[in-house]
Antibody, heavy 120, light 109 residues
Framework: QVTLRESGPALVKPTQTLTLTCTFS??????????VSWVRQPPGKALEWLAL???????YYSTSLKTRLTISKDTSKNQVVLTMTNMDPVDTATYYC????????????WGQGTLVTVSS | EIVLTQSPGTLSLSPGERATLSCRAS???????LAWYQQKPGQAPRLLIY???SRATGIPDRFSGSGSGTDFTLTISRLEPEDFAVYYC??????????FGQGTKLEIK
């Protein structure tokens, strides 16, 4: 059974760095082809893809946000971490992590999401 | 960057009716790289269709996907009360790898 769960602060101040952790089970990021991505959704708005890390430690980022994002993994802990620097109120959103399997190009399992509010 | 435009923005239909949702890409997308998701309020997106026309595990056969190139369609043959939600298309491309459409809200008429 595949599960993912996001964790991190519910509230961050402008200019601060956000660190989110995705803890997953039911698969391993050391398995060839496995990937974990981060996707966010501002309240009432559409989904926005942020970053992806694969089993081989290759990393991919949103063009518009890549200077602010860092994705990393800890395979032994079954965790993927996303950091986003210089947070702004427009970054207020629900942040999801999701799994993608090799050979496929969609997200088959999602976490429940964590709402991050950026406010002073 | 490939932009996905979904239409209509809102679709008002009654249970039992047929729903047709459109997703148009700014450049050609391989059919293998087009997916559809359903999202209900307060919930994470749920994968419905991948590879443009393959249903995900557990998805009822009233949901079907079609299309190629720049035009893709999600069809719900007979709407059930639980189908009223927001639907997103998603594509895999080069840089950035993934983009989503802006969503179509399917509401009860």
């Amino acid at each position: 059974q595949v599960t993912l769960r996001e964790s991190g602060p519910a509230l961050v101040k402008p200019t601060q760095t956000l660190t989110l952790t995705c803890t997953f089970s039911g698969f391993s990021l050391s398995t060839s082809g496995m990937c974990v991505s981060w996707v966010r959704q501002p309240p009432g708005k559409a989904l926005e893809w942020l970053a992806l890390i694969d089993w081989d430690d290759d990393k991919y980022y949103s063009t518009s946000l890549k200077t602010r994002l860092t994705i990393s993994k800890d395979t032994s802990k079954n965790q993927v971490v996303l950091t986003m620097t210089n947070m702004d109120p427009v970054d207020t959103a629900t942040y999801y992590c999701a799994r993608m399997r090799g050979g496929y190009y969609h997200f088959d399992y999602w976490g429940q999401g964590t709402l991050v509010t950026v406010s002073s | 960057e490939i932009v996905l435009t979904q239409s209509p923005g809102t679709l008002s239909l009654s249970p039992g009716e047929r729903a047709t949702l459109s997703c148009r890409a700014s450049q050609s997308v391989s059919s293998s790289y087009l997916a559809w998701y359903q999202q209900k309020p307060g919930q994470a997106p749920r994968l419905l269709i991948y590879g443009a026309s393959s249903r995900a595990t557990g998805i009822p056969d009233r949901f079907s996907g079609s299309g190629s190139g720049t035009d893709f369609t999600l069809t719900i043959s007979r709407l059930e009360p639980e189908d009223f939600a927001v639907y997103y298309c998603q594509q895999y491309g080069s840089s950035p790898p993934f983009t989503f459409g802006q969503g179509t809200k399917l509401e009860i008429k």
